[in-house]
């Protein structure tokens, strides 16, 4: 039997799943470390460029496994040390302060007073353009 594995650089589209016409490089500028992560440890037919693991911290010993195969129990062991590593190291090189809490915007409430308001003027302004159309 022939294994074919799929090795996804940063231009490559992921093609399946809700991902479908999401490329690698979509997934990594918005910081969805998470479904990268998944990806590498439950599909066993699929890697990633090195340049990929070593942003992902995939490429060490202790992270990786060998390819064509799976590890379920690596993901479940290993994707919140890698999430927490992921994120310290995006905000100490952006400048961000880093927060050790899981903060939400929709949990501020002066954030989401202002995510209210700006729903309220959107739907004024929707009616105010289909009283000026004559709907």
């Known amino acids: 039997m022939i294994v074919t594995l799929r090795t996804l650089t940063e231009k490559s589209v992921i093609g399946f ?12 500028r918005t910081r969805q470390y ?22 992902l911290y995939l490429n ?12 379920r129990e690596h993901f479940e062991k290993f994707s919140d040390m890698l999430l927490t590593n992921l994120e310290f190291h995006n905000n100490a090189v952006n400048g961000k302060p880093v927060d050790s809490g899981k903060s939400s915007n929709i949990l501020d409430p002066r954030k989401r007073k ?3 308001r700006s729903a309220k003027d959107c739907s004024k302004m929707l009616n105010r353009n289909k009283t000026q159309r004559g709907y």
Do not use: W
Request: charged share 25%; net charge negative; aromatic share 8%.
């Open 114 to 116: 202002m995510h209210i």
């Open 17 to 28: 799943g809700h991902l479908k016409t999401t490329t690698v490089g979509d997934l990594l």
């Open 60 to 71: 060490d010993p202790e992270f990786a496994i060998l390819k064509p195969g799976k590890s």
């Open 34 to 55: 998470k479904d990268l992560i998944s990806l590498y440890y439950n599909l066993e037919r699929i890697t990633f460029c090195d340049d990929i693991l070593r942003q």
